[in-house]
């Protein structure tokens, strides 16, 4: 009975994932922007992707990797939509403008965890040893340090009637945006030390274990190909020559979340 309740709610919170992401490419258009330029577009697509296949693995395997993937799809398509839908709200009077607007600036932290967690814990739902713990626990100070100060100053600019982007604007300086920046440079030495932590759990995995972690190292290649390749963030600024590398920065964003639902879906290894 547990595992079906626990079946249910990861349908629900992957189709709700879904439907946020919908609602903000929507908005893009709504506010004249570009579907295929826009960040929004890659955040959403990322949410997806966490969501469904997070809802799969909870749905089948019941496990934490699976409810990490879910719970970071549904705050990524909270991100998404957020800051697009505040700035609408707000030129059409739609209700809860102030709590998007609010939710914009600090509820990617949220989601920012998964990717470090997920390292750490892959492919067995613990880290390679009790020894590696602090790693979890410096990925969820981090992200609290990241989102919270933003959560704090943003409420009373929110309630104003301001737009996401505005109240983006209008925070980091202080002593909050200091704790804030520190947050960021703590998630990415916590995803360093995860990848870090990775390879040592491949030198004493058994035989299914490395074929797992292979396939987690797959789409972090083609992952990693295309950001220095054909994404936005790329430094050689290949995309005004080659517009279609747009399309196939999006198409690559489900890599790493489709590779670990691979490996945990095909090599069964929680039966």
């Known amino acids: 009975m547990r595992r079906r309740t626990a079946a249910s709610a990861a349908v629900l919170l992957s189709l709700a994932a879904i439907g946020i992401s919908i609602a903000a490419l929507f908005l893009i258009v709504r506010t004249g922007g570009s579907v295929s330029s826009s960040d929004t577009t ?11 296949v997070g809802g799969l693995i909870v749905a089948r395997r019941g496990h934490v990797i699976g409810w990490i993937m879910l719970l970071s799809g549904v705050f990524g398509s909270l991100n998404a939509v957020s800051a697009e839908y505040s700035e609408v709200a707000l030129e059409e009077g739609w209700p809860l403008r102030a709590a998007a607007a609010w939710l914009a600036p600090w509820v990617w932290a949220v989601g920012a965890m998964a990717q470090p967690l997920v390292l750490l814990l892959f492919p067995t739902g613990r880290p390679p040893s009790p020894r590696w713990w602090w790693v979890g626990a410096l990925t969820i100070g981090g992200a609290l340090a990241a989102g919270l100060p933003n959560a704090v100053e943003a ?3 929110s309630v104003r009637a301001l737009t996401g982007n505005q109240v983006i604007d209008q925070i980091g300086d202080g002593a909050g945006g200091a704790v804030a920046e520190a947050g960021i440079g703590l998630l990415g030495v916590s995803f360093l030390l995860a990848a870090v932590s990775l390879a040592f759990r ?4 058994t035989d299914v274990e490395r074929q797992e972690i292979k396939w987690l190292l797959l789409g972090g290649a083609v992952t990693v190909i295309v950001m220095f390749t054909a994404s936005p963030a790329t430094p050689l600024e290949l995309e005004d020559s080659f517009p279609f590398l747009s399309y196939v920065a999006l198409l690559s964003l489900p890599a790493m979340p489709a590779a670990i639902g691979v490996a945990i879906l095909r090599y069964r290894l929680y039966d």
């Open 202 to 205: 491949y030198r004493r995995a």
């Open 42 to 52: 890659g955040s959403s697509v990322l949410a997806v992707s966490y969501a469904v």
């Open 155 to 157: 409420w009373p600019l």
